[in-house]
């Protein structure tokens, strides 16, 4: 497989994104593989595995390779129009698109506003936060992080993160009022190292939890045909997870299932966090559920 790294100018920012073209291609559509916050080599060892079609990876704005200028802002719409961009500027018409965390979501965006260029969007685990019956307090426990993280930094505000995500009951008010979580006990500095360039912590918090899905034109989309989407959940991520939730809410919403596949929320990358995820069948699952 040949990479080829393109770097793209929209507004606010300046993107940079890959094109993985396949030594023989299965005759497959192109693939656009993305996060958010996670940039392209956080998808490295699935986008291995899927040497039989064209893959398209890009870093967010804002993150890795990818530049924020000083007057770009950092929103679910913002992101939308920059994966039009990127589809635009690649060329290779309708794309399937995995979408994992905060990527499903920006991805739902776009395929809303732009259905000619996505045909199937499997959305791995989206915090969609704006569906969950406990949205108010949600809202509230991610606010409270990006105002941690200006008051006192990364490692007190990236303690409260990780707690949140892998709470698995709702958020209620005694959450809201327990003790704020120790940072060593996730390995994290308590000290604070004065910077705040850090954009889930600082921007992405205090937006992307406010979103709310055009349920009614995706139901139309879905129901004509001109969009599919595909609500995903890992196997082995609790079903009490926000971002699972939000996978489970979207498909109730959209009067789907949810589809599952293999590993937890990042079942598509292997690491010391979770030695047991396996890329290779995360990729075949992937290719099974854009064939089905």
Do not use: C
């Amino acid at each position: 497989m040949t990479i080829q790294t393109r770097t793209l100018d929209v507004p606010g920012a300046v993107l940079t994104y890959d094109v993985h073209t396949p030594a023989a291609d299965g005759g497959h559509p192109p693939l656009f593989v993305l996060g958010s916050p996670m940039e392209a080599s956080g998808f490295a060892q699935v986008v291995a595995e899927l040497g039989d079609r064209t893959v398209l990876t890009y870093d967010p704005r804002g993150t890795d390779r990818s530049k924020l200028l000083d007057d770009g802002e950092v929103t679910v719409e913002h992101h939308a129009a920059d994966l039009h961009a990127v589809a635009q500027d690649a060329g290779l018409g309708p794309l399937d698109v995995l979408g994992s965390s905060g990527g499903a979501v920006t991805a739902l965006a776009w395929a809303t506003d732009h259905p000619d260029e996505v045909r199937t969007l499997v959305a791995h685990e989206p915090p969609l936060t704006s569906l969950l019956a406990d949205r108010d307090l949600a809202v509230r426990a991610q606010a409270d992080i990006v105002e941690t993280y200006r008051r006192t930094g990364f490692g007190p505000a990236m303690a409260k993160f990780i707690q949140l995500v892998t709470a698995t009951a709702p958020i209620d008010q005694a959450y809201l009022d327990a003790p704020d979580p120790d940072p060593a006990q996730f390995g994290l500095p308590a000290e604070d190292d004065g910077r705040r360039d850090d954009l889930l912590l600082g921007k992405s918090l205090l937006t992307m939890p406010l979103w709310e899905p055009d349920l009614d034109r995706l139901r139309d989309l879905t129901a004509a045909g001109d969009l599919r989407v595909v609500p995903a959940a890992g196997v082995t991520s609790p079903p009490g997870t926000l971002a699972a939730r939000g996978a489970t809410a979207l498909a109730a919403a959209l009067g789907t299932p949810t589809t599952d596949f293999p590993g937890d929320h990042g079942g598509f990358m292997r690491n010391e966090w979770a030695p047991d995820n396996d890329p290779a069948a995360f990729a075949a699952r992937l290719r099974e559920v854009l064939a089905s």
